[in-house]
C-alpha cells in the first residue's frame, strides 16, 4: 500500500524551529511534484510551500522562514521551519504524486500532524 507518513510535529516556544518529515511507503520509484498545506481552526486549509516542476512556491506568510526539500533516496520531504510564530500553529499535511512501478502516479496525502506554537 503506497502512503504518506508523516513525523516531528509537537508543541514549540515562538521563535524555535521544527523539521516535519513525511516518508513514502510502499512500492516507490520517485517522489515527483510535493508539498505541505496547513489547516488552522476555522480556516481553510492553504499551501504552505510546494514544489513542481516549474520550481519551489513558499506562501507569503512563510518565506525565509521554511525551507522545503527532498531526499530522493529515503522517499521522504521535509519542511524545515524557524523562527516560528503562534499564528504558524495549524495541522500540517504533507501531499505528494507518487511515482509507482505499476500504477502509474498517485496523489497521496499523509495523516497530518499538530504543530502548536506557544508564546
Known amino acids: 500500500q503506497v502512503q504518506l507518513v508523516e513525523s516531528g510535529g509537537g508543541l514549540v516556544q515562538a521563535g524555535g524551529s521544527l523539521r516535519l518529515s513525511c516518508a513514502a511507503s510502499g512500492s516507490i520509484v520517485s517522489i515527483n511534484a510535493f508539498g505541505w498545506y496547513r489547516q488552522a481552526p476555522g480556516k481553510q486549509r492553504e499551501l504552505v510551500a510546494g514544489r513542481t516542476s516549474d520550481g519551489i512556491k513558499y506562501a507569503d506568510s512563510v518565506k525565509g522562514r521554511f525551507v522545503i526539500s527532498r531526499d530522493n533516496a529515503k522517499n521522504t520531504v521535509y519542511l524545515q521551519m524557524s523562527s516560528l510564530k503562534p499564528e504558524d500553529t495549524a495541522v500540517y499535511y504533507c501531499?505528494?504524486?507518487?511515482?509507482?512501478?505499476?500504477?502509474?502516479?498517485?496523489?497521496?496525502w499523509g495523516q497530518g500532524m499538530q504543530v502548536t506554537v506557544s508564546s
Open positions: 501531499n505528494a504524486d507518487l511515482l509507482t512501478p505499476f500504477s502509474g502516479t498517485l496523489n497521496r
